[in-house]
């Protein structure tokens, strides 16, 4: 992949995670206005998992495999988690 193209694909991931991000902040606060609507705090938890996978994407195409590595893992295990509770 040329560096042109990882830059932009750098850009959009960037965009991606900001946007969720802001919706992380938001949601909790929805939760606290809405108690009984619990599904709230467990869409941001599988939003946080997919934030994690989207930064171990990225730092894995800056080069740095290791903290990708970690944040892919983190991000998998946390939005499984997030999904079987908002299941269960």
């Known amino acids: 992949m040329s560096t042109e193209a990882q830059s932009k694909l750098l ?3 960037s965009i991606v995670q900001v946007v969720l991000a802001t919706s992380i902040l938001f949601l909790p606060v929805m939760y606290l206005m809405y108690p009984e609507q619990e599904s709230l705090l ?3 938890l599988i ?3 997919a934030l994690n996978m989207l930064a ?3 730092n894995r195409i800056k080069g740095e495999n290791r903290s990708g590595l970690f944040f892919s893992i983190a991000g ?3 939005l499984a988690t997030g999904a079987s509770l908002l299941l269960f």
């Open 11 to 13: 850009v959009s991931l």
């Open 42 to 44: 467990l869409g941001s």
């Open 47 to 49: 939003i946080f998992g």
């Open 56 to 58: 171990g994407l990225s």
């Open 76 to 78: 998998v295990v946390i």
